[in-house]
Each structure stands twice: as C-alpha cells, then as structure tokens.
C-alpha cells in the first residue's frame, strides 16, 4: 500500500466504496488523515466500517472541517450532472479529486523523479500497459501495475526512484488528476466515447490531453485526427522547453501506417525506431506472435517497445524486447485465445463491447463464426458491413439480436441462438463440418448486462463452454 501522508492531520470526504475507494479510504488512513466516507450501497458502508473506517451520510455533516472531497472515478463529476456529493463540495468550496491524484501528490511529497508511466487512449489502454509491464520486469525492473487495469493505484508499494509505476488512466481518473505529470505519458488514439459523462468530444479529446501535457517525455498516436493535432501541440511544447533551457524529453509520434520523422513506426512487422535523423533502430519483430496479432496489437506493441526504448532496457540486454513480446501472454477477453480443434480457433474477445473494438477483431481473421448480441450500444454495427463477406456464420444472443439480424439482413446467414450455450454448440458444429479453417469468435459488440453482469463473467463463461466441446485439447485454454 501507498499510505496518502500529503493529508495527514487533516479531514476529507470520500465518495465511493468500491474496489478502489475503500483502499483510497484505508491509505489516506494509514497517512494519518480523518476520512468520512460513503456510498449510496449500505453493504459497502459497513465493509468499510468493519475494516475501521469512519462512514456516515455526508448529506448530514459540516463540510467546512473538509480539505478534500475524493471522488470515485465511477461518479459523475460533470455530466450527465454531477452527483450529489460533487454538488455540495463545489458549494463549499472543496477541492475535488481522486485516487490518482492522491498518488501524484505522494510522489511529488516522497519521491518526485521516481519513475511514473501514464497511458490513455479510447481502445488498447490495458493491453498496452500490461506489455509495458511486461517488458521491464523481463529486464529486471522493480515495476508496479495498476489504476484503470484493475489494480487501484494506491494499493501498489509506494514510489521509489528505483521503483517504476505503470499505470493504466481512464478519462474518469484523468478528470480528478489536476496534477497528473507523468516522466512518460503514453496516449494511444481517440475515438467518440463516454460522451454521457464528459458532455461534448471536445472535452473528452482536452481530458485524455492533460495526460500527456506535463508529462517528461510523450507517445502520442497519431493515425486519428484528434490525436495527431495533440501530438503537433506536444512537439511545440518541446520546441518551447528548448528555446527556454528547459531540460525535456522528446515529445514521440507512433504510427502503424505510415514511417514518423521522429518517433516509432511499422515496417512489415517490425517495430522501427527513428530518435533523431541518423539514429534508428529495430526493436522488435511481431511476426508470428498471436497473443499480438491485429493491427491495433501491432500499434500497442510500439507503444510498448517506445517506452522502453526510453528506458533503455536494451542496454545490458540487446534481446530482451524481442523476448518479451514472444512471451507476453496477453489479457482475458481480449481476442484471447481459448483453444484449437483440428482447424478451428476459438477466440475470446468478450471485452469487445461496442463495434469499433470488434472492428479491431474482424480485420483480424478470415472465415469467421460470428457470436455477437447483447444490450446495444448506439449506432449497433452497421460500421462493420465492409467485414461481412469475412463472416460465413453469425449467431445471435442477446437482446440486440433483432436489430443486428436487420442489419446482416441477407449479407450474413445467420440464425437467433438466443443463448451463449446455443451459439458454441452450434458455431462448433459448423465449423467441424467445414472444409477449411475456421474461427469462432466471440466479439458482442454489445455490453453484457442484459444476460450477464459485466464482459468477464461473459468471457468467463464462453471459455468454460469451449473447453466443455468433445475433442479440445483440455491443456489450451486459459
């Protein structure tokens, strides 16, 4: 744990008990601070009073005592309105900030050059900063990995200048992060997303921004609009850093469609290197390695070797990137993996929950038995007509599959599976019968909640049916 001393002695507020508000509760505990939490769930109220930690409702207190209100990043800060508990710290004048925030502070207090990794982007953000990870630990490094991955941030050890922290911000943290300043700052892309929670594009875009802005060094994609405009500012920031003195890391373009003129780049399937004009260098080769396959893998994997290009884990070690993108396992439910029978590949892409992320997984395969449906989201996938004459089969669950039996109208044969157990049954009876490899994949398109509380217990369920089917080898699978 990181105990929260930047407020010792001093009272806050916190809203939001969750997974990452109770360990906020107990480390700003732990640094000597009085807290008074709540949430609008009386069962995590009293799991956080049974672990010693004040609860009470704060419609009912004085917040003049407050410092801080610290906000979960699930809480409406701004839109669609803001939650009750932001409503009166704004009219009481308190700061209102969150877990990251908190841990910036401490780092600022305690150790502030020790290394700090911050990513962002609309898709690949977990991916991208589980191989980060993975790529410093095979070179020996003492890392920590958490926030938005599933780790909160303030449960991990504490910075150190030896230590590095690789952390995982979504625009929810981002928002409650004013001093977020990060020695890398790693934004992916952006794309339309939580438009309910930050009101218009051009507030999301400036959020994912801040990342990025007081960070040491940057990578920034820039194969989007959006984030190759936030790039061009990066490299002026650089510019103004120079002409003033200021010592600044270099502000990186990645691409994996084009070359950079300085930055990281895909050539064929080799990471490539342009720091400056005359100083190149391949960093790694993703040819044949499926737990990266897929384009939007190959611009997580130059995100990653980037970064550790910066920290120069090639030094004593010329072949540890290359290792560690060979045995990077990849992460549950995203186009995991799950098993092969005869020529058949089952893929778990379940976190695949709206038509751009199964994009992402339709470029990647041919022959595809699509398991798609759930509770839509808006504008269903229509986007994903050009990929249709890839799909030989598509089953449907959920309850979207009326409107995406629509719109595959006669492109796609297709057939109302209704359930999870009826589309492997017979998307695996389909496939055995065919003449040629095939994939079935699940990619929804869709969030889970109308069969299913969240993707992973989705993802969760597939895989234990796949691994169920007669003939798949029992040691595949995750």
Request: proline share 6%; net charge negative.
């Amino acid at each position: 744990m990181t105990p929260v001393t930047t407020f010792a002695g001093k009272s806050v507020a916190l809203f939001g008990l969750g997974g990452s508000g109770l360990v906020t509760a107990l480390a700003l505990k732990a640094g000597g601070a009085h807290v008074t939490a709540c949430d609008d769930n009386p069962a995590k109220m009293a799991e956080a009073a049974a672990k010693g930690i004040e609860t009470g409702d704060l419609r009912r207190v004085d917040w003049s005592r407050f410092d801080a209100l610290i906000l979960s990043p699930g809480v409406p800060l701004t839109h669609p309105e803001p939650h009750w508990s932001a409503k009166i710290a704004k009219e009481a004048g308190v700061e209102i900030i969150g877990d990251i925030e908190l841990f910036c502070r401490e780092r600022a207090k305690i150790a502030p050059n020790a290394p700090f990794i911050a990513i962002t982007g609309t898709n690949g953000k977990s991916t991208t900063t589980a191989l980060i990870a993975h790529i410093l630990r095979e070179a020996g490094r003492d890392v920590q990995m958490g926030g938005n991955i599933g780790t909160a941030i303030l449960s991990l050890e504490p910075p150190s200048d030896n230590r590095i922290h690789v952390i995982e911000c979504s625009s929810f943290q981002i928002d409650l992060a004013p001093s977020l300043a990060p020695t890398v700052g790693v934004l992916l892309n952006i794309s339309p997303d939580h438009l309910d929670r930050h009101g218009t594009m051009e507030n999301y875009v400036a959020i994912k921004e801040r990342l990025i802005a007081k960070a040491d060094w940057s990578l920034v994609g820039v194969d989007n609009p959006l984030s190759a405009a936030i790039q061009k500012r990066a490299l002026e920031r650089e510019a103004r850093a120079k002409a003033a003195g200021r010592p600044i890391g270099r502000q990186y373009a990645v691409s994996v469609e084009r070359d950079v003129e300085a930055g990281i780049s895909l050539r064929d399937e080799m990471i490539h290197m342009l720091a400056y004009p005359g100083q190149e260098r391949d960093l790694g080769n993703l040819a044949g390695i499926s737990t990266l396959r897929g384009l939007h893998n190959a611009q997580n994997a130059c995100f990653a070797a980037g970064v550790a290009d910066i920290y120069e884990v090639w030094h004593d070690d010329p072949d540890v990137i290359q290792r560690a993108l060979r045995t990077f396992p990849g992460l549950p439910h995203r186009m995991e993996e799950v098993a092969r029978r005869g020529g058949t590949l089952f893929i778990n892409d379940s976190k695949a929950t709206n038509a751009d992320s199964t994009e992402k997984a339709l470029k990647s395969f041919d022959n595809v038995l699509w398991i798609l449906g759930g509770k839509s989201k808006e504008g269903g996938i229509a986007m994903l007509k050009p990929y249709f004459p890839k799909i030989r089969k598509a089953y449907l669950i959920g309850a979207a599959s009326d409107e995406f039996a629509a719109t595959l109208g006669e492109d796609v044969p297709h057939i109302h599976a209704n359930t999870l157990e009826r589309a492997v049954q017979q998307a695996a009876s389909d496939a055995a019968a065919m003449n040629e490899p095939a994939v079935v994949l699940l990619s929804p398109a869709c969030a889970s909640y109308d069969q299913y509380p969240n993707y992973e217990v989705r993802g969760d369920h597939f895989r234990k049916l796949i691994k169920a089917l007669p003939g798949i080898n029992p040691t595949m699978g995750a």
